[in-house]
C-alpha cells in the first residue's frame, strides 16, 4: 500500500499510513477516563448492549476468545463470567487501554484467564484456526482497512468459530437519525471536554460513527470476507447494531 492511498479520520481525509497512529492518540489520550466516559456518554446503555451481544454469543464453558480492539477488556470479562471457564486473549492497537484492563483483571482476580496482546487487527500475530470466538466491539470502525480486519477474522478463527460485531450503526428513521446526531454532535465533543479534558478525541468518535457502513452494508462486507449465516440485529433503534457470521 503506498501513501498515496488515503481513508478517512473521522471528517478529515489522511493517508492510510497515519490513520492508526492517530487512532492510537485517541485512545492513548482517553485511556484513563474510558470506563467513566462510557457510562456518562451513553447513559450506561453501552453495558445493555454489551450484555445483548453476550446473550447471542452464548459463551460456553472452555472456549477460547479472540478479542480484538478489546481495550479495557470491557468484552473478554463479560465473555469469562458467563462461560464460567475458558481463555480471552485481548488485542489492542493502544498499549494504555490494555493497562488499564490488566489493573481491572488482576482486581477482579481474572488475570490468570486473559492475556493482553498489543497489535493491529489487520495484522493478528496469531495462526490460522486458533480462536472458537472472536469479538469487535466499537472497535471495527477505527481500524484503516476494515475489510482487512474481517479477513483476518475469518484466518485465526477455527472451521465452526464465530464473528461478531458490535458497532454504532444507521437509525433507519431519518428523523429520529437527526435527533440522534444532534445529540450526538452536541453534546458528546462538550461531556469529553468536561469529564476527560479532551474535546478533540470526542469529536472524533462521532464524527466516526457518521462514517462507518450502515447495517446492510456492513453485511456484505462480513459475507465476503467469507461468513455465512451471517445476520445482524439492532439495538436501541439501530443507534447500534451487532453482526453475527460464522467460519464453516
Ligand atoms: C472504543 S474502544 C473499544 C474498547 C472495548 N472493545 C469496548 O467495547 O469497550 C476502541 C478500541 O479500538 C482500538 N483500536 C483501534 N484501531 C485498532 C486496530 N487497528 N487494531 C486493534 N485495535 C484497534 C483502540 O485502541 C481502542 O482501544
Avoid: C
Avoid at 32 to 58: C, E, P, T
Wanted: zero cysteines; glycine letters at 8%.
Amino acid at each position: 500500500m503506498s501513501d498515496q492511498n488515503t481513508t478517512h479520520f473521522g471528517f478529515e481525509t489522511v493517508p492510510e499510513s497515519e490513520k492508526a497512529g492517530r487512532v492510537r492518540g485517541v485512545f492513548s489520550s482517553v485511556a484513563s477516563r474510558y470506563d467513566v466516559m462510557n457510562d456518562a456518554m451513553s447513559l450506561g446503555i453501552h453495558r445493555l448492549w454489551k450484555d445483548a451481544m453476550m446473550d447471542w454469543l452464548a459463551p460456553r464453558p472452555g472456549q477460547r476468545l479472540l478479542d480484538v480492539a478489546g481495550g479495557t477488556g470491557d468484552i473478554s470479562f463479560r465473555f469469562l463470567k458467563r462461560a464460567g471457564s475458558g481463555h480471552a486473549t485481548v488485542l489492542d492497537l493502544t498499549e494504555p487501554m490494555l493497562a488499564e484492563g490488566r489493573q481491572r483483571a488482576e482486581a477482579a482476580r481474572m488475570a490468570g484467564s486473559l492475556d493482553w496482546v498489543v497489535g493491529d487487527a489487520m495484522a493478528l500475530p496469531f495462526a490460522d484456526n486458533s480462536f472458537d470466538v472472536y469479538t469487535i466491539s466499537f472497535g471495527i470502525r477505527n481500524v484503516t482497512r476494515p475489510q482487512d480486519a474481517l479477513a483476518e477474522a475469518f484466518r485465526v478463527l477455527r472451521p465452526g468459530g464465530r464473528l461478531m460485531v458490535l458497532e454504532f450503526s444507521t437509525i433507519p428513521t431519518p428523523a429520529l437519525q437527526w435527533a440522534y446526531d444532534r445529540y450526538s454532535f452536541n453534546l458528546i465533543p462538550a461531556m469529553g471536554q468536561a469529564i476527560a479534558n479532551d474535546r478533540d478525541s470526542y469529536q472524533y468518535l462521532v464524527e466516526s460513527i457518521r462514517r462507518f457502513p450502515d447495517q446492510e452494508t456492513f453485511l456484505g462486507m462480513v459475507r465476503s470476507a467469507g461468513f455465512e449465516q451471517a445476520k445482524y440485529r439492532n439495538l436501541t433503534l439501530g443507534i447500534a447494531a451487532l453482526h453475527s457470521g460464522w467460519k464453516l
